[in-house]
Structure formats: structure tokens, C-alpha cells
């Protein structure tokens, strides 16, 4: 929220103006990121080459999720979980897709993927 009036790149915007970050386009920075559009989770791995603060899935600063780390956590234990037991594949009629950004991200038209049993 805008503590004073203030002018951004010709935009007047009065004190008390709420702002909205909008995630997507920030967490899909060219300028920040190779392979923006791809999903690497090795961006989020400790030994990642990504500057402090250029993503904000959590947040960031002292308004940043209290629980970032154990859901990081979390996640890495899951993800490996699920690729020792299934292969995953798109189903192939629906390879092509659009990604649009709504409330959450989504995709025209819906992934489907087929889940193959390892065992």
C-alpha cells in the first residue's frame, strides 16, 4: 500500500493505493530466468544459481510464509515418493496447451496426465 502519494513511470498514484504483485509474470522473468515457461525444480534447490529474492511463490522478506521451508521440504520428500513408484505422461491428445493466469495458473485446455504403476 502506498504510504505517500507517488508517481510511477507517469502514473499518478495517491496514498493508500493497494498494490498487487502479480506472480506469474515475476516468477517467469526472462531477464531472471532460463527456460522461464519450464518447470525446474532445481531452481529452488540451496545450491541454485537464482539471486535472493527473485521469486516470490512465498513470499518474501518478513511478510514471507512461515511455513516455506517445511513445505520445500515436504515437497522434495513427496516428489521423490511419487517418481520411485509411478511414471507420469501427458496424455498425448492434449500435449499442446496455453497457460493463462487467473486467480491460479491454468491451462486451455486441461492437462490430463496418465499415471503408470512402476511395480
Known amino acids: 500500500m502506498a504510504t505517500q502519494d507517488v508517481v510511477i513511470d507517469g502514473h499518478h498514484f495517491p496514498k493508500g493505493t493497494t498494490f498487487l504483485l502479480p506472480l506469474l509474470p515475476v516468477n517467469t522473468d526472462k531477464c531472471t530466468y532460463d527456460y522461464a515457461g519450464d518447470f525446474l525444480p ?3 534447490m ?4 537464482i539471486k535472493t529474492g527473485s521469486s516470490f511463490a512465498f513470499g518474501y522478506g518478513p511478510y514471507s510464509c512461515i511455513g516455506k521451508n517445511f513445505a520445500m521440504q515436504e515437497m522434495k520428500v513427496a516428489t521423490v ?8 505422461t501427458i496424455d498425448p491428445e492434449k500435449e499442446h496447451f496455453i497457460r493463462t493466469q487467473a486467480l491460479t495458473l491454468v491451462t486451455t485446455p486441461d492437462i490430463e496426465i496418465r499415471v503408470h504403476s512402476l511395480q
Open 42 to 44: 532445481e531452481r529452488y
Open 46 to 49: 540451496e545450491n541454485s544459481e
Open 81 to 88: 515418493r511419487l517418481l520411485q513408484t509411478f511414471r507420469f
